[in-house]
């Protein structure tokens, strides 16, 4: 029971304080609202892409056109510098910076080159990825492209080899051919006998040699004998008186050469015989020959005819080889007209380098931006709203507002209190991350203070004017969270908003965190002059100006309806019935309490011993009471209790069952 | 002293929501006096204060100064001249110092950061904020807690130090809610002492009670305020001589059936003005105590009451307030 009443009280506290209520149940809601509006039914990325040709031509023309196909915002421009620019500006995503001659050539590199901005890091890969998947694509189509040259030449060359084949095996049957007739013609040449038998022609010509031979010496041995007798006559002349020995030697001499004529005599009819036999044997040979020669002079006719056969075929054999060579000097010209021929090329035609706009690489330079700006939100926000809510709750309100001090006045000093509380951490901030980070602080001075000073601003006030909208510390604390956490959900510092909703998208442009954290991105990561921040500053600003103008008007209104009668003074009551009931009006015309209000009043402007008087041990007059108007269930409450301040409030409570079941009815009878 | 009022409050009416709180109210006030508005809790005195130093803005009527009086540096006048409050706001809360029901002061800040911060409010120059601030730490006894954060103080020095923080740009009217309430009697007695003070360096005093016999001795004025209208304004002597014209009869008896004697005695015609129950007393008011006495022994003798213990006198402030304001 206790436990039921502990958490009733709770929510009717929790709910009665309206704003804190609000802010408590509404605002987690509210965020998972915009959240899930913003993020809902979009999986791509709002991406522009930005690039610059230094020369254009077919190649460069597709790539182009590939980009403009794409879903993405696609821009041109005039050179690098101004591309790079942009970037910086957060109005486009990449950058591609074509080659100059862009072509693809064997000796040539292409590189198309990525300007990318790293400090938007939950984006810069996505946008790598995207604008890769569709150079991808390109220099997918170029490669096959280049490959489908290729093969189509091969296929080509294929072809003319085909031919070339069917040809080569035509020549087959046809080199068949022409080895059959070399064949015939050589068995024919191999048939055809030109020798004689050696030994009758060499005997014929040795027998003929001999008997020549012989001849001739008969010859000379007849010349000789001649010769000598000559001789031998002259001697004979000269000397006339001959010796005998002279005589015996005349005689042997002719007995000698009678001797050797006779051997010559006989030997010539066997040589004569021989050179007949060898005669006969030759005319027999020469016979053979003649046969053979014949038959050699048929097998020529037909080595001839095939010989004129084989001519005719190596002639068309030439021809054809001829033919040949051609078709492959064709097919070779084919294979050389292919232009691009390295294999890496073909492959990829296209590579592509990622370029950082900007040197820095550690990730938490990207970051600073963002959490400074996110410190000092948080810090602007929690800290002006406290302040003020401090100055609110205080006892020392009232008498700060009767001094002759103007509203104006707080609002400044509440301001000025948390900008130098907040300018002072972000000095400190920034010193610690210049020192440590190396974050270029001086890069643009004059735009990062305007920047910081215009989101300084632009928080606090709006921090300002949730201290002036909620009345306790807890509520102003959650409706600081919560806002900044919608602020915070809804930037780049989460998800990029270019993959929002684009409606949402457009809004969320505006978010002052978005603002804030883009423009001190800027200023502190790249050469960005104040001109190109003036207008986000000044929307800051302007901003800032319209919801301290608000605030004043917020002001001069509360101040009109100061202590104005609270509409829900019965809800007072339960803080607060002591005070709350001396406010109930009284009924006029009603002398005795006649309805609960009036006892809750008589009870109120009881002294304490009045009370104790007519409520102690002995008796319970406001129990009597409450029997008298028919509240039994009230007066058993009311007779448990001995305190004031407990009877009070179980009237409060009665009073405000009673309002209920009145407007219940009120509302049957107006139906 | 000049005889014409420094503020007159005219026909002030107030309303929050459909509730009217202050119903025409209108009241002068005299320089240098102590002026005392006395009503039950509720009864509109906080709001008729407020309204007074402009917090809040009164539906009808207007709350004028003295011009010439406050202003007198400047202006010179033979002719009493008056301005709105409401029309002059940076002006009048110069002329006003207010010490609310609950001290108003910032309570992480010391009792002369107090001074000091409320001081620059009042845009005083440095050499007047010393010396005011050093003035009233010593008029309101906290020099020595001069340094002491001012949520450490104790209950009375916290009314001291609220009391200072609205005199701190030495204003010429003195406003006090309720100043002693929830003080023992010592502290009540430092603090009026304080008040009676303040009031002989020439602050004019308008200060709000629910405690008649409180202020009766120090206020020169009275108004009695109830359900947000003026009942009366006078000096306490004069309210006493107006509104005592009864006696009060206190009787004590057994078993002590006080409703059934107080009907008894309270017949028509009697001269019985009213009857209450008190704890364990019956209080009878009557211009004749003598014949209401008579009768009224003769009624305990017939109920057989045994009267313990009976006192006849002229009633006090307190009662006479409960009479006026018919609590």
């Not at chain 1, 002279?246 to 066997?270: G, I, M, Q, S, V």
């Not at chain 2, 039950?40 to 207007?62: C, M, N, V």
């Not at chain 2, 009217?173 to 309430?181: G, H, R």
Request: hydrophobic share 40%; proline share 3%.
């Amino acid at each position: 029971m206790k436990l039921i009443s502990i958490i009733k009280k709770n929510f009717k506290l929790l709910l009665r304080a309206k704003a804190s209520a609000f802010t408590v149940l509404v605002g987690p809601l509210l965020i998972v609202l915009l959240v899930g509006l913003a993020f809902s039914g979009k999986t791509s990325y709002e991406l522009s892409i930005g690039y610059y040709a230094p020369t254009y031509n077919n190649l460069t023309d597709d790539f182009i056109e590939g980009l403009e196909q794409s879903y993405y915002y696609i821009q041109e421009f005039k050179n690098e510098q101004s591309c790079v620019k942009k970037i910086e500006e957060g109005i486009i995503h990449t950058c591609i910076i074509f080659p100059k001659d862009f072509e693809i050539r064997n000796e040539q590199r292409n590189e198309l080159r990525f300007l990318v901005d790293y400090s938007r890091m939950n984006l810069v890969y996505k946008v790598i990825e995207s604008v890769s998947d569709i150079l991808e694509i390109e220099s997918k189509e170029l490669s096959y492209s280049l490959t489908q040259v290729l093969l189509s030449k091969i296929n080509i060359t294929v072809h003319d080899l085909d031919e070339d084949i069917v040809f080569v095996s035509d020549l087959n049957p046809r080199l068949n051919l022409l080895m059959a007739d070399l064949q015939k013609a050589n068995t024919n040449t191999e048939a055809m006998r030109f020798d004689l038998e050696e030994v009758s022609v060499a005997s014929l010509n040795t027998r003929f040699s001999a008997l020549n031979k012989t001849i001739t010496e008969i010859q000379n041995k007849g010349l000789e004998l001649i010769n000598e007798s000559m001789d031998y006559i002259e001697i004979i002349k000269d000397d006339a008186g001959w010796d005998e020995n002279e005589t015996a030697e005349l005689e042997e001499d002719f007995n000698e050469l009678k001797n050797e004529t006779l051997e010559l005599y006989n030997a010539t009819p066997e040589k004569i015989q021989s050179v007949v036999s060898a005669i006969t044997k030759l005319s027999s040979s020469l016979d053979e020959l003649e046969s053979d020669l014949n038959k050699s002079k048929q097998l020529k006719e037909d080595t001839m005819e095939k010989l004129a056969s084989a001519k005719d075929n190596l002639s068309s054999l030439q021809t054809s080889l001829s033919d040949l060579k051609n078709a492959l000097e064709k097919s070779r010209n084919n294979l050389k007209s292919i232009s691009i021929t390295r294999a890496e090329t073909i492959v990829s035609p296209v590579n592509t380098k990622i370029e950082p706009v900007i040197s820095e690489t550690s990730k938490l330079t990207f970051t600073f931006p963002f959490l400074l700006v996110l410190v000092i939100m948080f810090v602007a926000l929690l800290l002006s709203s406290t302040i003020i809510i401090f100055e609110k709750n205080s006892k020392a309100f009232f008498r700060s507002f009767i001094t002759p001090t103007r509203p104006e006045f707080f609002v400044l000093t509440t301001f000025l209190t948390s900008f130098i509380v907040i300018i002072l951490q972000t000095i400190i901030i920034l010193g610690l991350a210049n020192y440590y980070l190396q974050v270029p602080l001086f890069k643009n001075a004059l735009s990062t203070v305007l920047v910081l000073l215009a989101t300084t601003t632009f928080f606090i006030v709006l921090g300002m004017a949730v201290g002036y909208l909620f009345s306790t510390q807890e509520g102003a604390i959650m409706t600081s969270i919560v806002l900044g956490a919608v602020f915070m959900f809804l930037s780049n510092l989460v998800v990029p908003l270019e993959s929002l909703a684009p409606a949402f998208s457009k809004i969320i442009k505006y978010n002052p965190y978005v603002i804030s954290s883009e423009l001190l991105r800027k200023s502190l990561l790249f050469k960005i002059e104040t001109s190109e921040t003036w207008m986000l500053i000044l929307i800051l600003l302007g901003a800032a100006l319209i919801i301290l103008l608000l605030i004043l008007l917020f002001q001069g209104v509360m101040r009109k309806k100061r202590i104005r009668q609270p509409l829900d003074m019965l809800e007072n009551m339960l803080l607060h019935p002591e005070k709350a009931a001396a406010k109930i009006p009284t009924k006029e015309g009603v002398s005795r309490a006649g309805n609960l209000k009036l006892l809750l009043k008589k009870v109120s402007d009881m002294t304490q011993a009045e009370f104790e008087e007519n409520v102690n041990l002995r008796q319970n007059k406001v129990t009597e009471w409450a029997k008298s108007m028919g509240k039994k269930k009230l007066a058993s409450k009311i007779k448990r209790t001995l305190s004031k301040n407990e009877i009070m409030k179980l009237l409060v409570e009665e009073i405000k069952k009673e309002e209920k079941k009145e407007r219940k009815t009120k509302k049957k009878h107006e139906d | 002293m000049d005889r014409a009022p420094v503020l007159r409050i005219q026909r002030l009416t107030k309303r929050f929501g459909k509730n009217t709180v202050l119903k025409g109210v209108s009241l002068d006030i005299h320089e240098g006096e102590i002026f005392g508005v006395v009503g039950a809790s509720g009864s509109g005195k906080t709001t008729l204060l407020r309204t007074l130093i402009g917090y809040l803005a009164p539906e009808e009527g207007d709350v004028r100064f003295r011009y010439d009086y406050f202003v007198k540096r400047i202006v010179q006048s033979d002719k009493p001249m008056y301005a709105s409050i409401y029309k002059m706001p940076k002006l009048s809360r110069n002329i006003f110092g207010f010490a609310s029901q609950e001290p108003s002061f910032y309570k992480k800040l010391t009792v002369r950061e107090n001074l000091r911060y409320f001081g620059s409010l009042y845009n005083l120059p440095k050499r007047a904020l010393d010396s005011n601030t050093d003035i009233l730490l010593a008029l309101m006894d906290l020099k020595r807690a001069q340094n002491t954060l001012a949520g450490d103080l104790s209950g009375g020095m916290e009314r001291r130090l609220d009391i200072a923080c609205a005199l701190i740009h030495d204003p010429e009217i003195l406003i006090l809610d309720e100043p002693t309430s929830d003080l023992d009697p010592l502290l009540r007695d430092h603090i009026w002492s304080l008040v009676q003070k303040i009031n002989k360096k020439g602050t004019t005093i308008i200060l709000a009670s629910h405690h008649l016999s409180e202020v009766e001795t120090f206020c020169s004025r009275i108004a009695i305020i109830k359900d947000g209208r003026i009942v009366d304004v006078a000096s306490p002597a004069r309210l006493k001589t107006k509104y005592a014209e009864s006696q009060e009869i206190r009787i004590q008896t057994y078993p002590g059936n006080y409703a059934n004697i107080s009907r008894s005695i309270k017949k028509p015609g009697s001269r019985v003005f009213d009857v209450q129950i008190k704890g364990s007393e019956l209080l009878i008011y009557s211009d004749q105590p003598q014949i209401v006495l008579h009768d009224l022994l003769h009624t305990l003798n017939n109920m057989k009451e045994e009267l313990i213990d009976i006192k006849v006198s002229r009633p006090g402030l307190d009662e006479l307030f409960l009479r006026i304001t018919g609590k």
